[in-house]
């Protein structure tokens, strides 16, 4: 298999802003063309961008390229504005192996996982916050001890605290050094914290430093939505400072 194909991949962190799918092989399509490739502009991030470049579209609006051995970015995008065809990227990860909110970015495919026997696992609070919105439920996960909870040597969650959500969780794979900050970092390129519905931003900052303390030797860092070039921990950190100055104006 060369790299520029996905074949049979397990989803690991492909929501992990809220929930983890666990180890069970899927087959994805084989084929694919480049970002701007044959199936035209429609589909494509209106907003921000693909997680990188190159990616390999293989499907209107999924893309995936290798990061590392065994190691998948995928970007998918969907239309946040209805009627006005604005697509906005989120991204996720991909693991091979025998192996984090409750937004609708992050557990939106729990169902499809469900339907072909790929189980899920998600922190006790998400599940409790996807239950109370009426959202698809994943399985909690009952090892979680100190905020942390590993899957596998492979793999390890971690809950920094408040943040974009109450429940935010953010994904370490030690093999490859990658850290999945999910929606609870920015990408360099985003210009705010985003939506802040559900953020407890006094928290969020002391949430962010405890990340970066704890995984201070990643490689790449993934963020929700938009590059993962950078250094999307201190970008949010910084956007950070200036939103409480917003706040006051």
Partial sequence: MTNDYLTRRSFLAGSVCACVPLTRSLALAATSVASTGSLGSDGLPSLLELGTEPMKRIGQTVWVCRLAPSLWLHTTTAIIAEGEGVYFP???????SKATHFHRDRTGGIPALQAAGIPTVAHPLTCELARSHGTAVPTSAVNFIQDTARLSAACELFFPGAGHTRDNIVVWLPHQRVLFGGCFLKSVTSPDLGNLADAVV???AGSAQRVRARYPAGKITVPGHGTISGD?????LALLVK???????
Avoid at 90 to 96: F, P
């Fill in 232 to 236: 999307p921990v201190g970008h949010t």
């Fill in 243 to 249: 939103e409480p100055a917003k706040s006051a104006a």
């Fill in 202 to 204: 006094a928290d969020w």
């Fill in 90 to 96: 989120a991204n996720g990860l991909i693991l091979e």
